[in-house]
């Protein structure tokens, strides 16, 4: 045989190779694309971990389960009950109305009161040792520097006695925001499927099943991973998402166009229960005209 012969029939042989190969991968992204077709899950439902390990293997990826339950974050979910003033108890967790603050606690200059949590009410569900078992957290909103977009438009301020809460109708509170109950449960959360991690972990095609898998179509909550809109944010190895919080018309919270808020905080910094050092985003999502 003839080198000649003998090269072509290597090529021949790698092309038939990479061709079998190439074909295989499209019927087997076909195959997965098509079982995505009718695939639905309850995005407003809290995602468990049950939950979650349900959907990995609905979509077709149980294969990656280990490499996805090592970055598995634990957060705690929140639900919203509108309610007036009256029915929320001095001390309770809430988001929207008046602050319940002591007295003589100073607030925020230029700022609205928009949440409060108090920590005592998440201590059993949270699985991180950072942030504290007591007291209240406050966040107060910046509007001239949110509209500026600056990342210092969110301030938080930590009180850990609250034995003469009232409520403080000379604060100022968010616009349009209803007074709101908030209820917490356990969650958990995975990296966007836009991050490194997914993206060097999945095929292509594999993408959009995970989006499914992890998506929250409304997702208020402590802790875990950002529920991004946009683009990933450009943060610190310490820092933490403290609280994310989405829009809803029927508590008439509104971030700009249907979008979230997002406030981080320093692990380093809650672990000691200061709160000097946030950064708050909000991402919306794009008005098509």
């Known amino acids: 045989m003839s080198i000649s012969l003998a090269v072509t029939l290597g090529i021949g042989l790698v092309v038939g190779f990479l061709l079998i190969r190439f074909n295989s991968i499209n019927d087997a992204a076909g195959k997965f694309r098509k079982n995505l077709e009718y695939v639905r899950f309850e995005t407003d439902n809290v995602l468990t971990e049950n939950e979650l390990n349900k959907r990995i293997n609905t979509v077709g990826l149980s294969v990656y389960r280990h490499q996805l339950e090592t970055h598995l974050q634990h957060d705690v979910s929140i639900k919203t009950e509108v309610k007036s003033e009256a029915e929320i108890a001095l001390g309770r967790s809430k988001i929207g109305g008046f602050p319940h603050l002591g007295a003589a606690a100073t607030v925020p200059l230029d700022s609205v009161f928009f949440c409060q949590i108090n920590c005592a009410e998440v201590s059993d569900l949270k699985k991180n040792n950072f942030f504290p078992d007591k007291g209240m957290l406050y966040f107060f909103l910046n509007p001239q520097k949110i509209a500026q977009e600056k990342t210092d438009s969110v301030s938080v ?133």
């Not at 850990?160 to 509170?173: A, F, I």
Request: hydrophobic share 35%.
């Open 157 to 289: 301020l930590y009180i850990e006695n609250q034995d003469d809460l009232c409520l403080r109708e000379n604060v100022m509170p968010m616009p349009e925001v209803k007074p709101c109950a908030l209820h917490f449960f356990q969650s958990v959360s995975l990296p966007d499927y836009e991050s490194k991690f997914v993206q060097n972990l999945l095929k292509d095609y594999e993408i959009d099943g995970y989006f499914k898998a992890v998506n929250q179509e409304q997702s208020h909550k402590l802790f875990g991973y950002p529920n991004i809109i946009s683009q990933n944010f450009a943060l610190n190895d310490d820092q933490h998402l403290l609280l994310q919080l989405d829009s809803e018309e029927n508590s008439g919270l509104l971030w700009r166009n249907m979008g979230r808020i997002y406030v981080f905080a320093n692990k380093n910094d809650t672990k000691i229960k200061s709160f000097e050092k946030i950064t708050a985003y909000i991402q919306s999502y794009e008005v098509k005209e």
